[in-house]
């Protein structure tokens, strides 16, 4: 079955960093991926998504300067979470579908904690 | 904003009972689709029902769709210690279907 792989799985920054999540798509081509943020016994909420080769679209109240996305190649979404602030401590997962209305396929998820 | 609610929010039953979770939506939709996530983990798909369908099977899972009211239940038949997770639907809305919108879950315990 379709496998998305996220990279990493959790990572431990100081404030005012800047930190990679990688969301790969391992055996199929995604023109679209998904980024979700989740809180601790809560749901996903959805960040924005990904599009190859265009600019992402960020959801209502996502700032897209500290949340820069990059989707490259049909394989490949990068969520970049600029100047980290404890607050921003949280679990992000990406997702991504290999065609139309398909289910998605999420990864992993990484623990993003910032001290 | 969140297109769902989940009822109830926490569920802890026996191994071997049925486990009943339900979901109910806001909009009209395209599907709804039921994903587990056990935790600190990313979600694994379930089942997806579409807008045109009123129920479906897959192994010990069972889906209902009441389009009319807006809502879904999800059934676990005989559950197992293996099953405790937690449980999301997600609506793959008419306009803009590409993206899923989930609701707040149901964290289920399955005691031994």
């Known amino acids: 079955g379709a496998v998305v792989s996220q990279h990493p799985s959790w990572v431990i920054c100081k404030s005012g960093t800047s930190v990679k999540i990688e969301c790969r798509s391992l055996d199929f081509q995604a023109t679209t991926m998904f980024w979700y943020r989740q809180f601790p016994k809560q749901s996903l909420m959805l960040m924005a998504t990904?599009?190859?080769?265009?600019?992402?679209?960020?959801e209502q109240g996502v700032e897209k300067d500290k949340f820069l996305i990059n989707h490259a190649s049909l394989t490949l979404s990068t969520l970049t979470v600029t100047s980290a602030h404890p607050e921003d401590s949280s679990f992000y997962i990406c997702?991504?579908?290999?065609?139309?209305?398909?289910?998605?396929?999420f990864g992993n998820g990484t623990r993003l904690t910032v001290t | 904003s969140q297109q769902g609610e989940e009822d109830p929010q926490a569920l802890s039953i026996q191994e071997g009972e049925n486990a009943t979770m339900n979901c109910s939506y806001k909009?009209?939709?395209?599907?709804l689709q039921w994903y587990r996530q056990n935790s600190g983990r990313g979600l694994v798909h379930l089942i997806l029902?579409?807008?045109?369908?009123r129920e479906k099977h897959s192994g010990r899972l069972r889906v209902t769709l009441d389009t009319s009211k807006k809502s879904s239940s999800l059934l676990i038949t005989a559950s197992r210690a293996a099953d405790t997770a937690s449980y999301f639907c997600?609506?793959?809305?008419?306009?803009?279907?590409?993206?899923?919108?989930f609701g707040q879950g149901t964290r289920l315990t399955i005691n031994p």
């Open positions: 990904s599009n190859e080769g265009s600019k992402a679209t960020y």
């Open positions: 997702s991504a579908r290999d065609s139309g209305h398909s289910p998605l396929h």
């Open positions: 997600a609506t793959g809305l008419i306009q803009g279907a590409q993206k899923l919108v």
């Open positions: 909009t009209s939709i395209n599907n």
């Open positions: 029902i579409r807008s045109n369908e």
